[in-house]
């Protein structure tokens, strides 16, 4: 009998990690039926998608509240699909104010629960493992000290590899980029990366773009913009000036390259700034809010650094420029003196090179999608 895998994953990171789940499951399991909730690269991947998730895909608690009607139909449409189709398996792919929710229905109606990629409990709202504990059969987190977090609430759970380390890889030279989309070979390369959902397009577009054109007048550069799944081309584009328009790049589906051959980036906060480190790139890393959501946020979250590269780290390697910092003069001053002092560039580069191998945890890390056929063969 096909196994019958109910997925959700919000937002443009779980997208990606959810395509390399269902292919990797899908090479030994080709009959598997893969439906729910995700992005383009889930459905290419086999996904039968039953609302796209870059209807809900949104962060901060002010932009949640203008998006709950969306929230509220894609929750009534994974509630109505559990019942009826009644999967074999429920996965969940982070997004955990949405995820954690639907695991509540679905531990009620019977249908366990497999959570793929933690919620950050570690930085703040610690009180959601007891939610975990109660609602999902297995946790199958990505870094290293989350195990032991779970192992304490006596929930079960196995490291697995980490998306990134999988997807963060380049196929083409960076003269073959070049080629590829008309870049100058001889201006330094800068890629900006304002975010996935709309509402971090809101916030840090506009200043990655002011910095821009005065970096443009200051050395010989070109700048890239991946787009990502999630985000409308229009709402990138629609922002880039006049001056800025003839060395200015928007590139969808080669994110990967863009960063490999680039010079520096300018990252919003989030698995983004991962997979440019995994790739050895200097960046820096900003990330701005509504100022209510930003005064939330400083009360609660718990960790002193807000970026993935520094947490995995437990030290600053990468500038962090939050909120009122994330300013143009910040990011103009990261770029120019990085570009003015290969020296620290280098030292940067070898910081970033060492996060591979805190990810791995010396080898004790499996492929997620056989955690997750060694939890669905539990249930026969």
Not at 123 to 132: D, E, G, V
Not at 151 to 160: I, W, Y
Not at 256 to 265: E, G, L, P, R
Request: net charge positive; proline share 5%.
């Amino acid at each position: 009998m096909p196994k019958k895998i109910m997925l959700v994953a919000g937002e443009a990171s779980g997208d990606i990690a959810a395509s390399i789940l269902i292919r990797d499951f899908k090479k030994t399991n080709e009959d598997a039926v893969f439906f729910g909730i995700a992005g383009d690269l889930a459905s290419q991947a086999g996904l039968r998608t039953i609302y796209p998730c870059k209807h809900i895909s949104v962060t901060g608690f002010i932009e949640v509240l203008q998006h709950l009607k969306s929230i509220l139909a894609a929750m009534r449409l994974c509630k109505k699909a559990l019942k009826t189709e009644k999967p074999d398996m429920l996965v969940l792919v982070d997004y955990p104010g949405f995820n954690l929710k639907l695991a509540k229905y679905a531990k009620k109606i019977g249908i366990p629960v497999f959570y793929y990629i933690s919620p950050k409990i570690w930085a703040w709202k610690k009180n959601r493992i007891n939610t975990i504990r109660k609602t999902v059969a297995h946790m199958a987190v990505i870094f290293p000290f989350e195990v032991d977090i779970y192992k304490a609430a006596d929930v079960p759970v196995t490291l697995v590899s980490h998306p990134s380390l999988e997807q963060s890889k380049a196929n083409k030279t960076k003269a073959e980029l070049c080629r590829q989309y008309n870049l100058d070979p001889d201006a330094t390369i800068i890629c900006l990366m304002p975010g996935s959902r709309k509402s971090e397009i809101k916030y840090h577009l506009a200043t990655m773009i002011a910095a821009a054109k005065v970096i443009n007048t200051k050395i010989k550069c070109q700048f890239i913009i991946p787009l990502a799944s999630t985000i409308d081309a229009s709402l990138i584009k629609d922002q880039i000036p006049a001056e800025l328009s003839s060395n200015t790049h928007i590139i969808e589906s080669d994110q990967y390259n863009i960063i490999a051959a680039s010079d520096q980036v300018v990252a919003a906060s989030g698995t983004a700034a991962l997979e440019i480190a995994l790739l050895g790139k200097p960046l820096c890393v900003i990330y701005k809010t509504s100022n209510i959501s930003y005064m939330i946020a400083k009360r609660v979250i718990k960790v002193p650094f807000i970026s993935l590269p520094n947490i995995i780290a437990g030290k600053l390697i990468i500038p962090e420029f939050i909120q009122d910092h994330a300013n143009i003069d910040n990011i103009v001053q990261w770029v120019l003196e990085l570009k003015q002092k290969p020296e620290q560039r280098l030292e940067l580069c070898r910081e970033l090179n060492s996060i591979k191998n805190l990810l791995t945890a010396n080898g004790k890390v499996i492929n997620v999608s056989d955690c997750l056929q060694n939890q669905l063969d539990k249930l026969n």
